[in-house]
């Protein structure tokens, strides 16, 4: 999701740091 929001488990806009499928 968001660096902030979901910066653990990304998976709607694709801007995390770790789970990023």
């Known amino acids: 999701a968001f660096m ?3 910066a ?3 998976s ?3 801007i995390g ?3 990023d499928a």
Do not use: Y
Request: hydrophobic share 75%.
């Open 12 to 14: 709607v806009v694709g």
């Open 4 to 6: 902030i929001i979901l």
């Open 17 to 19: 740091f770790m789970t």
């Open 8 to 10: 653990f488990a990304d």
